[in-house]
């Protein structure tokens, strides 16, 4: 029955020339996403709007799951389009609109004509006068309501006729591509998928990097990452995956550090590599999924000792949330059940029984200094000997 899609999006500030970039962006993440299905379609602008046409048949429940994916969408309005064969003909279309698309009876509507076609016999007004009649004396139950109706009848005259009333809710947001690039360390945890969701949703494409620590830690593991970095791609678009070999690193702060510092070195040695190839690709900064007291790693004292050893800004999204909030996140973008797969992971595989919570700065800095012999050459190897895997 539907073969279009009205896209509403709703975002202030979006004026000037930021509204192409919007749009263009838009329009682009909206063919990415429709691709993944079969069927082929149309995504073009028109009128300050966007809409999808439908070229071949198609799944509507589908495409309209795929558009949910696509930040920037406020809303997603599924259209029928008519041929224009005279006020007769669109009259018992309409009818059979109301029929199939409400169901239930028992609502207040509003007819809402455009006639951007101006040799249309009837304008506006006339329009949206009949049609209200049509309506009203095909279901009597109904009832006109200028003001605040429950159903919106849209009738646009354009070549053809365009009639839609619903409006389904878009993820929101803004569309991937109009906020920059940013590095996420992504884990096999629950809290990093998200944490990167929630920024792309601001408009922020994602690259990720994954510290692997073979044989400690598994293929299997490095897979479940692989497999992370495949779900969100859904919303965030294609992600470009880089696998650092932290073993060697690793090792050697084990040898060289007291262990209950361990956790808190790892990771501003993680941050530091993190940040050397966020820079050579052009992101902005760093995306954690970290939350405040969640671990030890993660009270104030730490983060800020994380924190110290990076320039670019490090955003944390899932900061202030709660284990359970995040973990509806993960329900909802489906990255869950993948992330509980129990794999070790390598910030687990050397944690001391009571790591250091209130780390202080200098004495950390100063059982750095213990690394200084060959740290370097190591943080190169291993930037250097990245494996990179695409998202498809
Ligand atoms: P997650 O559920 O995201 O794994 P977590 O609660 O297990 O988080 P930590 O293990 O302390 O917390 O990690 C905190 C953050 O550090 C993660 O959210 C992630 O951004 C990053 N991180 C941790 N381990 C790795 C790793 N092996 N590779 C890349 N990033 C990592
Ligand atoms: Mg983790």
Redesign the pocket.
């Known amino acids: 029955m539907f073969k279009a899609f009205l896209i509403k999006y709703a975002e202030i500030g979006v004026k000037g020339k930021n509204r192409y970039l919007f749009e263009d962006a838009l329009v682009s993440q909206i063919r990415y996403s429709l691709k993944q299905i079969d069927g082929t379609f149309k995504v073009h602008k028109t009128a300050g709007r966007i809409f999808v046409e439908a070229l071949s048949d198609f799944d509507t429940d589908e495409a309209i799951e795929q558009l949910k994916t696509v930040f920037g969408i406020a809303g997603i309005c599924p259209v029928v389009i008519l041929e224009d064969e005279g006020f007769e003909a669109l009259s018992e279309e309409v009818v059979t609109y109301m029929e199939r698309v409400h169901p239930e009876k028992n609502k207040t509507f509003k007819v809402m004509a455009r006639r951007s076609r101006k040799n249309y016999a009837l304008d506006s007004m006339e329009i949206n006068n009949k049609l209200g009649g049509v309506i009203l004396r095909a279901f009597p139950e109904m009832k006109v309501d200028v003001h605040n109706p429950e159903i919106y009848l849209n009738v646009e005259i354009r070549e053809k006729i365009y009639i839609y009333s619903q409006v389904i809710p878009g993820p929101g947001g803004m569309p991937v591509g109009t906020n920059g690039k940013a590095m996420?360390?992504?884990?096999?945890?629950?809290?990093?998928?998200v944490?990167g969701y929630m920024i792309a949703k601001r408009g922020v494409q994602i690259e990720a990097?994954?510290?692997?620590?073979p044989p400690y830690?598994s293929e299997r593991a490095k897979q479940k990452?692989a497999d992370l970095a495949q779900l969100i791609s859904r919303y965030t678009g294609p992600i470009k995956l880089h696998v650092i070999n932290?073993t060697e690193i690793q090792l050697y702060i084990y040898e060289k550090c007291p262990h209950e510092e361990l956790?808190i070195i790892m990771?501003r040695y993680?941050m530091r590599i993190?940040e050397q190839i966020a820079k050579e690709s052009g992101c902005l900064g760093l995306?954690?999924?970290?939350?405040i007291g969640?671990?030890a790693?993660?009270t104030l004292h730490s983060l800020a000792c994380t924190d110290e050893v990076c320039e670019l800004p490090v955003y944390r999204p899932v900061i202030g949330f709660d284990k359970q909030e995040i973990v509806d996140i993960s329900l909802k973008i489906n990255t869950y059940e993948t992330?509980i797969l129990p794999f070790e992971?390598?910030?687990?595989i050397f944690v001391a029984k009571h790591p250091v919570t209130k780390p202080n700065l200098k004495i950390i800095q100063h059982h750095e200094n213990n690394l200084e012999e060959s740290i370097d050459q190591m943080m190169e190897r291993a930037v250097h000997t990245r494996q990179i895997i695409q998202t498809v």
Do not use: K, N
């Not at 996420?184 to 998928?193: E, H, M, Q, T, Y």
């Not at 995306?287 to 939350?291: N, W």
């Not at 992971?345 to 687990?348: L, W």
């Open positions: 996420l360390l992504l884990s096999g945890g629950i809290d990093s998928p944490a990097v994954y510290f692997h620590a830690t990452v932290f956790t990771r993680m993190a995306i954690t999924g970290e939350s969640q671990v790693s993660q992330s992971d390598c910030c687990t």
